[in-house]
């Protein structure tokens, strides 16, 4: 029989207690590093952070940055008050490897999370750990996903229990209610990182699966006259590597299709209805001046481009996510960042540097911060990302290379002159050069890494996929 | 959740049923409407009643009872006030805690049931009932001259609200009283769970259709609302106006008198089951 203590409002079982006394004694992972930075006298109070996360969402998606079909005043109130990067690439499409980036500064080969449902690699801590450890109040509210979706027992946080596996219409609302209540109930001194972690849009892999035998007609012929148009990527160069080419089962006739990402925007707004309702109880609650807030998502959608749905894969409708920082006393305002190349890697790194602590060693991202600021800064030349396992990425300023290892077909988009990726130059010679650095980029890049040790089960499922191939 | 029993007996095709939209159909073919008992005797959907509903989903690899709703109408004021008693409990995933809002709304008796002022409070409680204290929410409200004007966590709040306006609790009044036939659409913004402003909204008459269940047909109207922020609802009344089965994306809402008594024995077996 479990047995449980209470520590605050949260319920701890008798191997959390265990670790949390652990952890009270012995430093996290690379403990070295640990401490605080050298914070400039008279910075003022240590920021709080208030981390949005939604699930599934592009980062084309909100009306202030350009959507027409979705209206999300809550999230265009963030992109005002702050800046948006309109180059943020998920680390790993697909939940649990994105989120294990987001919240440890590492890719995912490293964290060891390569699919859905790992645990970050022991060695390494999270934000919550990091900032908890210097003496911010670290709760976290809504989807977790390393490896349980929804669990009352992560590491560095108090949990409160909100949400609903696969069930963002109606978990989301406990989620946005829990966080209101702990931002208005909240007392004492202590700066807080509050983890506000909604599913929707996730809620479209439900939507998919329930439209695999589309109806003939439209569901509702009044909205006939409303539905997006398709996107200028549904016909495409589909000379691809053949793991794309099996996500691509769709037959569905246009309008479903214009349905479908009719949809999936109504999902994007019932998510920034719960985002309205924390960053209201944010203002109530008299912090909003001081607090840093962070708005992303772990992966994009497939809404089509590419004739494709959900997520899983490295064309920007899946691996670009919306990055809004905002915290309009401290940095630029309703600023739009269309160059530099940033991911999730780079989130905790920016925490860690507002909150004048060191991040961990072997951070692979850097803080945001001098852009946020509107300073000059060395910035990476490229990100890369994962997916699937075998699935890397890297993208430049002007291309995007794309390969799976063990598959023959490569693939180069001229980002500049094709940003919705439909010729494939990689058997293009006038962009051999191209073709050859960015390879060189990936192998660079690869050799860096801390790969973790792979699960025997996982390695079972890489080994029978390969088979496929 | 039906037994594999009761699925073969039915006939119950799990792929042929999940690849559909959710619908009155697919929700018989679930065996979510099991439990269904047709309401008998006299309905006044502009006097004094209750419902509560069973809460449905379909989710990654299941489907599943979630909580109920449950909506207590009265009037006051000679007709010309509506009062509102909300309660919705909602069992969280993979973590043994409940989720429950309930709400008092006096509402204009108007077609909208439009809200003049409430009282909510909405909380997260573990397995025996008792509050994650910080989670805790409670708030009050009223509307004067298109603002809503009120308390929130010991806060004062002031916003705009766009007129006409209802809420999602008083839909539940409002389609029961609606024509059985074609009529003008009505349009409005919902104040969800009432907070979250979602504009561009239009209810109107959909069809009539009949619905076969227990061996029997049941002859049923049909609206819908479509607007920002939701999927499209189906609202499904019978002849006397009673609103027996509501239908959004994955989630439905079933009339059923008993479901509280199910939610406390799905609350002790959640109680039992060690979490994650």
Same mark, same amino acid.
């Given at each position: ?35 605080? =930075? ?9 920021? #709080? ?42 680390? #790993? ?107 929707? @849009? ?29 996107? @200028? #990527? ?10 794309? =080419? ?43 001046? #001081? ?28 691996? =670009? ?131 973790? @040790? ?16 | ?24 159909? /697919?929700?018989?073919? !679930?065996? /979510?409407?099991? /439990? ?106 009223? $509307?004067? +001259? +298109? ?5 929130? +966590? ?20 409002? $389609? ?28 109107? !008459? ?16 049909? !609206? ?10 189906? !609202? ?41």
């Amino acid at each position: 029989m479990r047995t449980r203590r209470h520590n605050g409002s949260r319920p701890v079982s008798r191997r959390r207690f265990l670790e949390l006394g652990v952890l009270g004694t012995a430093a996290v992972g690379t403990g070295r590093a640990f401490g605080r =930075k050298g914070r400039p006298s008279g910075s003022g109070p240590r920021p #709080n952070f208030l981390l949005i996360l939604t699930d599934q969402q592009g980062l084309d998606t909100i009306s202030a940055l350009g959507c027409a079909d979705a209206h999300t005043p809550n999230m265009d109130r963030l992109v005002r008050g702050g800046v948006s990067f309109m180059q943020s690439h998920s680390a #790993n499409p697909l939940c649990s490897p994105a989120r294990s980036s987001l919240f440890t500064g590492r890719p995912t080969t490293e964290t060891g999370v390569i699919v859905n449902g790992l645990s970050v690699r022991e060695t390494i801590p999270n934000l919550g750990q990091w900032l908890g450890r210097e003496g911010y109040d670290t709760v976290y509210i809504g989807k977790w996903h390393l490896p349980v979706s929804f669990t009352y027992n992560v590491k560095g946080f108090t949990v409160i229990p909100a949400g609903m596996g696969g069930q963002g219409t109606l978990g989301d609302g406990a989620v946005s209610r829990a966080s209101q209540g702990y931002l208005l109930n909240r007392r004492g001194d202590k700066p807080f990182l509050l983890v506000a972690s909604f599913l929707q @849009p996730h809620d479209i892999c439900q939507f998919v699966t329930m439209h695999s035998r589309a109806p003939d007609r439209l569901a509702y012929p009044d909205i006939a006259g409303d539905l997006p148009k398709l996107p @200028p #990527n549904f016909t495409f160069d589909e000379h691809e590597p053949r793991s794309v =080419k099996e996500k691509r089962k769709r037959s569905w006739s246009d309008e479903q299709w214009r349905y479908y990402i009719w949809s999936y925007h109504r999902m994007v707004e019932e998510v920034d209805a719960e985002i309205g309702r924390v960053l209201g109880a944010l203002e109530d609650s008299g912090q909003a001046d #001081n607090t840093i807030v962070v708005f992303t998502a772990d992966h994009g959608e497939g809404r089509g481009r590419h004739k494709m749905v959900v997520k899983n894969y490295l064309y920007e409708e899946a691996e =670009k996510v919306p990055l809004v920082v905002s915290c309009p006393k401290r940095m630029k305002r309703n600023a739009r960042d269309e160059t530099h190349l940033v991911s999730g890697l780079d989130v905790m790194p920016t925490m860690c540097d507002y909150a004048g602590i060191r991040p961990p060693q072997q951070m692979r991202g850097k803080s945001l911060r001098p852009l946020l600021e509107g300073n000059t800064t060395e910035w990476h030349d490229f990100v890369a990302a994962e997916v699937a396992v075998t699935g890397r990425m890297i993208r430049t300023a002007g291309y995007k290379y794309i390969t799976y290892q063990g598959d023959p077909v490569e693939q180069l988009f001229d980002m500049k002159h094709d940003p919705w990726e439909t010729r494939n130059l990689a058997s293009d010679s006038r962009h051999a050069a191209a073709l050859a650095e960015h390879r060189k980029l990936l192998k660079d890049w690869s050799a860096r890494l801390d790969v973790a @040790p792979i699960p025997e089960s996982v390695r079972r499922r890489i080994d029978r996929a390969r088979r496929k191939l | 959740m039906a037994s594999q029993k009761a699925k073969r007996r039915r006939g119950y095709n799990a792929e042929e049923t999940r690849s559909r939209p959710l619908s009155l159909a /697919a929700l018989k073919a !679930y065996g /979510a409407l099991e /439990a269904f008992a047709r309401p008998e005797g006299e309905f006044d959907p502009a006097g004094g009643w209750r419902h509560t509903y069973r809460l449905w989903l379909v989710g990654n690899r299941w489907h599943q009872y979630r909580g109920f709703l449950d909506v207590k109408r009265g009037t006051s004021d000679g007709g010309h006030s509506v009062d509102l008693e909300v309660r919705r409990s909602l069992l969280m995933s993979h973590q043994p805690a409940i989720h429950e809002t309930t709400a008092s709304l006096t509402c204009a008796g108007d077609a909208l049931c439009t809200p003049r002022s409430w009282e909510i409070k909405a909380e997260t409680l573990d397995i025996t009932g008792k509050p994650f204290p910080l989670s805790r929410l409670v708030a009050s409200a009223s $509307v004067k +001259g +298109g603002r809503i004007e009120g308390r929130r +966590g010991g806060r004062t709040f002031d916003r705009r609200v766009p007129t006409p306006f209802t809420s999602d609790f008083s839909l539940f009044d409002v $389609v029961q009283r609606l024509a059985k036939q074609e009529t003008k659409p009505m349009r409005f913004a919902l104040l969800q769970d009432l907070d979250e402003v979602k504009e561009e909204h239009v209810l109107s !008459y959909r069809e009539r259709l009949s619905f076969e269940i227990g061996g029997a047909g049941l002859a049923l109207h049909c !609206y819908q609302q479509i607007g920002r922020g939701i999927l499209p609802y189906r !609202y499904y009344v019978d002849g006397q106006g009673r609103l027996l089965f509501a239908i959004s994306g994955i989630r439905a809402y079933i009339l059923d008198p008993k479901v509280q008594v199910q939610h406390k024995r799905s609350v002790e077996r959640l109680a039992r089951r060690p979490g994650k």
